[in-house]
């Protein structure tokens, strides 16, 4: 190694001596011997301290990346824990006070979407109109099929068939 260390030294200061030039892949030119060039882990002062930041920097992302390992299966577990409240909110939601539908007009289906609502059937006895409601908690979105519901009840293509 200390034969290889050597010739590579001899290299850079023949290269530095006879004022070689490199070229950029961005076009420009520079005398190699401005270039701070060194030999193996035989740093210059530029060099070493340019070393000593990035293994800190390295240190500062594993330490980061550790902590992240370890808040993965909270963060799972807790995902896991809102998923099942929001199940079981979907299921009570008709029967709190804040529910803007009579719960008795309800009919479950949770699957695409929750509800469809019959609004007006237990008061009235009739219908005025139906709703298609599904509940959400928290972050939670559409999915792709209940977008798509949603987008065939706005643009009214909505039929009712009897068999």
């Not at 290299?11 to 011997?33: H, Q, R, T, V, W």
Request: with cysteine.
């Amino acid at each position: 190694m200390a034969n290889k260390t050597t010739e590579i030294k001899n290299l850079i200061g023949f290269l530095e001596k006879n004022n070689f030039y490199a070229e950029c892949p961005c076009g420009d030119s520079f005398k190699l011997k401005e270039a701070n060039l060194f030999a193996l882990d035989e740093f210059n002062p530029e060099a070493e301290e340019l070393y000593k930041e990035m293994k800190l920097a390295i240190a500062g992302r594993r330490a980061e990346l550790k902590q992240l390992e370890k808040k993965g299966p909270e963060r799972s577990e807790n995902t896991s824990k809102s998923v099942n409240l929001g199940f079981i909110f979907e299921r009570i939601a008709p029967t709190l006070p804040d529910f803007p539908f009579d719960k008795n007009d309800c009919r479950s289906m949770f699957d695409p979407i929750d509800y469809v609502i019959f609004n007006g059937l237990h008061k009235t006895g009739k219908v005025d109109k139906l709703f298609f409601v599904d509940i959400k908690s928290g972050e939670a979105r559409l999915s792709k099929t209940q977008k798509q519901i949603k987008e065939i009840v706005e643009n009214k293509k909505v039929i009712f068939k009897l068999y």
